[in-house]
C-alpha cells in the first residue's frame, strides 16, 4: 500500500513492454473517452443557460396570457432533451475501460485505498466524556485487528512513505494507532493492552500539562512508555491552544509570537526532557490553516496531523493528514467500517 503523492509507486517494467495492439486499443477508447466528456462539458454548460434562462423567463411566461403557453412548453422540452442527452453520455462513459493511465494507477497501488490513523483521547472502565473509549471497546478494536490481518505500522513509517523516504511499499491492510494530550488513562488503562497485543502507539503531547495538570501523566511515566520500544512521542503545542481565538484575541504581531513560542516551546520541551527528535505536529482541536502550516514547517515539523474522519490519501498535504477521532460507539461494523476506509 502506498499513499500522499511523494509515495507513489513507479509504473512497472511490463507496462512499457505492452503489444503494440494494446497501446492502439487504448488510443482509440481515449479518444472516444476525450470526445464524449467534451461532448458531456458542452451540453452542461447548454443546460445550465437554459436553466438560469428558465428562471428568469418562465415566472414571464406563466403570467402571460394562453399566446406564451408555447414558449414554456419549447422551455421545457428542451432542458428535458438536454438531460437526457447528459444521462445517456454518463452511461456510455461508464461503459469504457479506464484510460490508460487510470490502468497504470491502479496496479500500481494493488488495493491501495489509503490509512486509516485512529486517533484515541481516554481510556477507563465507563465511559466518562465523549472522548473516553472504554478498555474493553479498546481491546476488542485490537483483537478484530489482529484476527483480520491487519498490521498497525508506526506512524512514522507512514509519514516517510508520504514523504517519499522509503521504497518499501506499505502493508495491504495497514493502520495506525496515535494518542493526543498525554492523559493518565494512557499509562492506566491503554499500556497493559499495548503490551499485549505488541503493536505501536504515537502519543502527541503538551508539556504544560506534564506532571502538572491532575488529569495528565508524569514525565516519568511517559518515560517508562518509551522504555518498552512501542511508544514514539511527538508534539501537540505547548498548551493545547485555540489558534481561532487567540488569532482574535491577539494583535497580527502578537499573534504571529504566540504561535512561534507555541511550536518551538513545545518541541524544546519534549526533546530536553526525552531525548527525542520531535518533528510531528497534532493540530489542537484540529484547528489550521496556511500561516499555521508554514510556521509549523519552518519550526522543523515534518508532518502535522488534523482530526479529519476518513483515511489518508493520495492528494493529501503532508501538513495536513487526517485522523479518526475514535468514539466508544466506533466499535463492532462501525469500527470495521473505520478501518476498512469505507466510513466518513
Request: proline share 6%; hydrophobic share 40%; net charge positive.
Given at each position: 500500500?502506498?499513499?500522499?503523492?511523494?509515495?507513489?509507486?513507479?509504473?512497472?517494467?511490463?507496462?512499457?513492454?505492452?503489444?503494440?495492439?494494446?497501446?492502439?486499443?487504448?488510443?482509440?477508447?481515449?479518444?472516444?473517452?476525450?470526445?464524449?466528456?467534451?461532448?458531456?462539458?458542452?451540453?452542461?454548460?447548454?443546460?445550465?443557460?437554459?436553466n438560469?434562462v428558465?428562471?428568469?423567463?418562465?415566472?414571464?411566461?406563466?403570467?402571460?396570457?394562453?399566446?406564451?403557453?408555447?414558449?414554456?412548453?419549447?422551455?421545457?422540452?428542451f432542458?428535458?432533451?438536454?438531460?437526457f442527452?447528459?444521462?445517456?453520455?454518463?452511461?456510455?462513459?461508464?461503459?469504457?475501460?479506464?484510460?490508460?493511465?487510470?490502468?497504470?494507477?491502479?496496479?500500481?497501488?494493488?488495493?491501495?485505498?489509503?490509512?486509516?490513523?485512529?486517533l484515541?483521547?481516554?481510556?477507563?472502565?465507563?465511559?466518562?466524556?465523549?472522548?473516553?473509549?472504554?478498555?474493553?471497546?479498546?481491546?476488542?478494536?485490537?483483537?478484530?485487528?489482529?484476527?483480520?490481518?491487519?498490521?498497525?505500522?508506526?506512524?512514522?513509517r507512514?509519514?516517510?512513505?508520504?514523504?517519499?523516504?522509503?521504497?518499501?511499499?506499505?502493508?495491504?491492510?495497514?493502520?495506525?494507532?496515535?494518542?493526543?494530550?498525554?492523559?493518565?488513562?494512557?499509562?492506566?488503562?491503554?499500556?497493559?493492552?499495548?503490551?499485549?497485543?505488541?503493536?505501536?502507539?504515537?502519543?502527541?503531547?503538551?508539556?504544560?500539562?506534564?506532571?502538572?495538570?491532575?488529569?495528565?501523566?508524569?514525565?516519568?511515566q511517559?518515560?517508562?512508555?518509551?522504555?518498552?520500544?512501542?511508544?514514539?512521542?511527538?508534539?501537540?503545542?505547548?498548551?493545547?491552544?485555540?489558534?481561532?481565538?487567540?488569532?482574535?484575541r491577539?494583535?497580527?504581531?502578537?499573534?504571529?509570537?504566540?504561535?512561534?513560542?507555541?511550536?518551538?516551546?513545545?518541541?524544546?520541551?519534549?526533546?530536553?526532557?526525552?531525548?527525542?527528535?520531535?518533528?510531528?505536529?497534532?493540530?489542537?482541536?484540529?484547528?489550521?490553516?496556511?500561516?499555521?502550516?508554514?510556521?509549523?514547517?519552518?519550526?522543523?515539523?515534518?508532518a502535522?496531523?488534523?482530526?479529519?474522519?476518513?483515511?489518508?490519501r493520495?492528494?493529501?498535504?503532508?501538513?495536513?493528514?487526517?485522523?479518526?477521532?475514535?468514539?466508544?460507539?466506533?466499535?463492532?461494523?462501525?469500527?470495521?467500517?473505520?478501518?476498512?476506509?469505507?466510513?466518513?
Open positions: 500500500m502506498t499513499v500522499c503523492p511523494e509515495g507513489k509507486t513507479a509504473p512497472d517494467s511490463a507496462s512499457k513492454n505492452k503489444p503494440q495492439s494494446t497501446h492502439r486499443f487504448f488510443s482509440v477508447h481515449s479518444v472516444v473517452r476525450r470526445w464524449l466528456l467534451d461532448l458531456f462539458c458542452y451540453l452542461q454548460a447548454e443546460v445550465s443557460i437554459i438560469s428558465a428562471v428568469r423567463l418562465l415566472p414571464e411566461i406563466g403570467s402571460a396570457a394562453g399566446r406564451d403557453a408555447q414558449a414554456a412548453g419549447w422551455l421545457s422540452w432542458r428535458m432533451k438536454k438531460s442527452l447528459l444521462l445517456l453520455i454518463s452511461v456510455l462513459l461508464s461503459g469504457l475501460p479506464p484510460a490508460e493511465g487510470a490502468v497504470k494507477d491502479k496496479k500500481d497501488t494493488s488495493g491501495a485505498e489509503g490509512v486509516s490513523i485512529l484515541y483521547h481516554r481510556f477507563g472502565p465507563t465511559v466518562a466524556g465523549s472522548m473516553t473509549v472504554t478498555t474493553a471497546v479498546f481491546e476488542s478494536q485490537l483483537r478484530y485487528l489482529k484476527n483480520h490481518g491487519y498490521t498497525v505500522i508506526p506512524l512514522s507512514l509519514v516517510d512513505n508520504c514523504r517519499g523516504k522509503t521504497a518499501t511499499p506499505l502493508p495491504s491492510k495497514a493502520v495506525v494507532l496515535v494518542a493526543d494530550d498525554g492523559h493518565k488513562s494512557v499509562y492506566t488503562c491503554m499500556l497493559p493492552l499495548i503490551k499485549k497485543y505488541r503493536v505501536p502507539v504515537t502519543l502527541f503531547l503538551y508539556p504544560s500539562a506534564i506532571s502538572n495538570a491532575p488529569y495528565a501523566m508524569t514525565w516519568e511517559i518515560r517508562n512508555l518509551k522504555r518498552t520500544g512501542l511508544f514514539n512521542l511527538q508534539g501537540h503545542t505547548y498548551w493545547h491552544p485555540n489558534f481561532k481565538m487567540e488569532k482574535k491577539l494583535s497580527s504581531a502578537e499573534y504571529d509570537k504566540f504561535v512561534d513560542m507555541q511550536l518551538r516551546k513545545s518541541k524544546e520541551k519534549l526533546e530536553k526532557e526525552l531525548g527525542d527528535t520531535i518533528n510531528m505536529l497534532a493540530w489542537p482541536f484540529g484547528i489550521y490553516d496556511d500561516q499555521l502550516v508554514k510556521k509549523a514547517a519552518a519550526a522543523g515539523y515534518v502535522a496531523f488534523t482530526i479529519e474522519r476518513r483515511p489518508v493520495h492528494s493529501d498535504n503532508i501538513m495536513e493528514l487526517p485522523r479518526y477521532l475514535m468514539r466508544n460507539k466506533d466499535s463492532g461494523n462501525a469500527f470495521a467500517a473505520i478501518v476498512s476506509g469505507e466510513s466518513p
